[in-house]
């Protein structure tokens, strides 16, 4: 296939402003609904990535058996320090900096999307492309935060478009920038290596021998990398990655951890996440058995047939739906040209589809009452220790939102004997309550007193002094 003419300067400006654009969204969504997508994005990156700049840290379950990397979290921790060094100390102001730095991958990603498919479709096309995921609300949830599933999609839509680069000129340089993007995002997110298998199909079916060489090269170099900082960190080469494969697909502990969807459940939260509005388009586009098809139909039949789902796992397929879609869209739009109505309706049409796709996930457990309670506990002065109710250590806000030094107790599968003893402990100076883990006599009994309430989060602080009067 021929290269579509190379864009100018005006396509290109426009297609940064749409970069820039979508990452100021992306900041804004994250800062707006606040709280946590998932908790991994706390538990696998903020909490490591909080023990590298600060010494402190919640180690969940995977960390204990080492089925995680030090990349990402130790890329976060230095970004963490370099702020913390310039006298910022507010876990707001740190999570904020934090979905910055996010969001701006993501731009670099968006970009990579335009540049993919505008040398396969034309200037235009790209356009539309990377505005439609930029602006896409399924994609905004994810696009600001520290979650695997989201960061993994930047170097993985680099690697797509030096795939198409490197299937045109079949040079190794162009395959060595393939395979370096692609173990990036591996890097990230193991599971993305499913990718590879498209590619090397993709450039397979090209023949082109040279390309393929060089992506090889190139992800045997981050490979190499990996072998190194599990070496430094775990002490054995490979052994996040060994450990994270055991786990998911010889032992069957993935299944039994976590549980098996059908795709009875699963396909409609599909339908949800993806723009349905131009599934007319995205139908058009998949007759093209190119790469962008291919991949999008080998990582779902991927995802499918995994028995552990989720859906974040889903977000890869945004923007290769927008890839798909991108060239039939961009026809209709031109007829709809000089038709200010229809293209008035097409936006708004797409806008409903958008922000109805940012609510999916609201209802389960975004866990802002919590998130917020827990900072404002650890702003208060005379901060010693909190008891957290009502919630297991997978809901609550971790230690990167308490950035405060002293105990955590959370009392989820705690004895009331136990928890009565916590409550007579002069240590703790403050408990967040979820509902009525502790009733508000026994709290009252022990010297707390009301102090705010963030949704179903009530925070309590204990009373200087003990005998005086509510």
Not at 285 to 292: H, I, N, T
């Amino acid at each position: 296939m021929q290269a579509a003419a190379h864009p100018d300067s005006g396509a290109r400006r426009a297609a940064l402003a749409i970069a820039f654009g979508g990452a100021l969204l992306a900041v804004a969504v994250a800062a707006a609904l606040g709280g946590r997508v998932h908790p991994d994005e706390i538990f696998q990156f903020l909490e490591p990535a909080h023990f590298v700049a600060f010494g402190q840290r919640v180690v969940a379950w995977e960390w204990h058996q080492g089925l995680r990397n030090w990349a990402f979290p130790g890329l976060l921790g230095g970004w963490l320090r370099l702020w913390a060094a310039l006298g910022v100390t507010n876990p707001r102001t740190l999570a904020l900096l934090v979905f910055s730095l996010c969001a701006g991958f993501q731009a670099l990603g968006t970009l990579s999307l335009y540049a993919w498919v505008s040398e396969r479709d034309g200037a235009k096309a790209g356009l539309v492309a990377a505005a439609t995921f930029a602006a896409w609300g399924g994609w905004l949830v994810y696009a600001g935060r520290p979650l695997s599933d989201a960061v993994t999609i930047a170097p993985l839509l680099a690697a797509l478009w030096r795939t198409g680069r490197a299937r045109q000129s079949g040079k190794l340089r162009d395959g060595s920038w393939v395979g370096l993007l692609l173990g990036l995002a591996f890097l990230v997110r193991y599971p993305s290596a499913v990718f590879a298998v498209p590619i090397g199909i993709s450039l397979l079916l090209g023949r082109r021998w040279r390309a393929l060489a060089g992506t090889a090269v190139g992800g045997a170099l981050v490979l190499a990398f990996l072998g190194a900082l599990d070496f430094a960190t775990w002490g054995a080469p490979f052994h996040s990655l060994v450990r994270f494969v055991d786990f998911n697909l010889f032992s069957g502990a993935a299944a039994t951890h976590f549980g098996s969807a059908p795709l009875s459940k699963f396909l409609p939260i599909l339908a949800s996440m993806l723009p349905v509005v131009l599934l007319w388009h995205f139908g058009r586009g998949l007759r093209r058995l190119e790469l962008a098809a291919g991949t999008f139909a080998f990582y779902l039949a991927f995802v499918l047939v995994t028995p552990h789902k989720e859906a974040r796992f889903l977000v890869p397929l945004m923007p290769l739906f927008a890839a798909i879609a991108a060239r039939p869209l961009t026809s209709d739009l031109a007829r709809l040209r000089g038709r200010r109505w229809a293209l008035a309706l097409a936006v708004a049409l797409f806008a409903t589809n958008s922000a109805a796709a940012a609510t999916v996930l609201r209802p389960f457990g975004m866990h802002r009452g919590i998130v917020d309670a827990t900072i404002a506990c650890g702003r208060e002065p005379d901060f010693s220790g909190a008891i957290i109710a009502g919630t297991p250590w997978w809901g609550t806000a971790g230690r990167f939102y308490l950035h405060r030094r002293g105990p955590a107790l959370v009392t989820a599968g705690l004895s009331a004997a136990a928890i009565a003893r916590a409550l007579t402990d002069p240590v703790y100076s403050d408990a967040l309550v979820t509902g009525t883990a502790i009733s508000a006599r026994q709290l009252a009994a022990a010297g707390f007193v009301p102090i705010h309430r963030f949704g179903r989060v009530k925070w309590w602080h204990r009373r200087s002094d003990p005998g005086a009067a509510l």
